[in-house]
């Protein structure tokens, strides 16, 4: 695993407590996972998502990670509904710890509650929170 | 006889070294309510040669082959076990073994289970098998939960033409969930009717039996096609018989997603009705959604073969609540007395044997037909069929049962609406003057 100083944390998205990033364009969000979670699940092999048209509470369980070591839960940052599905971590979920910010993305959701937002982290908060 | 190792001595002398002071301060976490108050109701202990006579007295009250000629299957069927399983298994490495599954130790054990799996994936034509399941009842109950855990839907189908003890075992496992089952009836061929399956669209898995509990073998490419047309819904296939994958076509190659059943007649004996296989096979895509473990082959860093668990990612000693399913375990040793029969009979043997067996069932279906009795259903089977006896049959039957034969088993208790009916099975082990000598005691 790589030192803090090491990874990469983008300041144009907003982060969660369980590693997920969020970032708003227009009226939607984009989902993914930071690359310290990807740091830290190592080699992922396996990932499974929700179907466009359902909608989840903020915190709900929306799929899972699968790295070599472990499967892993993913909780929605934001209440909304699932537009989008990134059909590429099927066959390439390796972009997830290539790409965490980019080619991984996983979700497009409209979002039902914006001022959900606000309860995000910005880069430093989650590096704070991390440093722990 | 003394059946318990430890003298009063020994306990009070354990509860000193643990800190309490008698039995009943080491169970004080139990409620007092759960707690038993009197003594236990139990006969006076007998001797070591008191208990074998008790046992053999016990043993002979049932009707066993080769002593009794039995004409039942109905998921337990009579086939030889050759002689060499016997011995093979009976090898500690196998036979003692328990759930040794670290590779540095066990890659006896692991290999044998991964030939298992590929020997099955064969038989039942499908891309991947597990390590197995507790018995086929089992195995149709979790792979319909796995229907429900592909789909997000909340409704399954199962024909009434199911093993009706598995299907019994179904309604048990589906008993707590928010899930519905729905039961297919029977078409006057003796199969499955899903002419009246409607929103298929709302049903996560449909479950067929081939050959069916009446030994009738379903049509099922032209089932799966009709589940097939909602491209979600599984088409599960169960089976009592894998023998019958020996001449008819598999269901993998039939369109099944999932194949589940009883592996009992390939080197298992029947013994008491246990303990069984339960045999799990389904398309690569939903690998990641079976249940129980699965043995994979792989390299170590020298570069040799070797074979580990796979995606224990998902299992329960892992992750918990969370895991695919609540089996911890496998059926190990009956596994691998699968795989050494499988092996030992090969391809052809298994095909032949097949072939026997069919070719015996269908001598004393015509046997008896040509004697004057009803077979009710005019579809092809596999080693057992239905015959319509007259009204009043069980004073013969009960006669025969003297003469030391089984004359098949009544339908009637788990199929009301078929009064008269008995399910007749005959396997390799069964020979002509053995049918003979029952069509003429049925006839008389």
Partial sequence: ?132 | MRYLPHTQEDIADMLKKIGAGSLDDLFTSIPDDCRRKSDLDLPQAKTEWELNRHMSGLAEQMAVCPDYKVFIGAGSYDHYIPEVIKQLLGRSEFFTAYTPYQPEMSQGTLQAIYEYQTLTTRLLGLDVANASMYDGASSLAEALLMSVRITRRKKVAISRLIHPLYRQVVRTYFAPTEFEVVELPVLESGQTDMTGLQDLETFAGVAVQSPNYFGCIENLSALGEKIHSDNKTLFIVSFTEPLAYGILKNPGSLGADIACGEGQSLGVPSSFGGPGLGMFAAKKTYMRNMPGRLVGRTQDIEGKRGFVLTLSTREQHIRREKATSNICSNQGLCATAAAMYMATLGGTGIRKLAELNHDKAAYLQNELKTAGFEVPFDTPVFNEFVVKFPEGFEKTYANLLAKKIVPGLSLTPDYPEFPDYYLLCVTETMDKADMDLLVKEVTS
Avoid: C
Avoid at chain 1, 12 to 32: A, C, F, L
Avoid at chain 1, 56 to 69: D, I, L, P, R
Avoid at chain 1, 95 to 113: A, F, H, Q, V
């Fill in chain 1, 1 to 132: 695993m790589k030192e803090l100083s090491e990874l990469n944390f983008p300041d144009d998205v907003m982060y969660t407590d369980d590693h997920e990033w969020t970032k708003m364009e227009n009226d939607e969000t984009i989902i993914g996972i930071s690359d310290y979670a990807q740091d830290q699940l190592g080699d992922i092999v396996f990932v499974e998502l929700p179907q466009v048209g359902e909608t989840f509470e903020k915190g709900a369980e929306f799929g899972t990670v699968e790295s070599v070591k472990a499967v892993s839960e993913l909780f929605l940052p934001v209440s909304g509904e699932i537009v989008a599905v990134n059909d590429a971590l099927e066959d390439t979920p390796e972009l997830l710890n290539n790409e965490p910010y980019t080619g991984g993305w996983m979700l497009r959701i409209k979002l039902s509650e914006k001022s959900e937002l606000d309860q995000l982290m910005n880069k430093s908060a989650y590096l704070e929170s991390l440093k722990g």
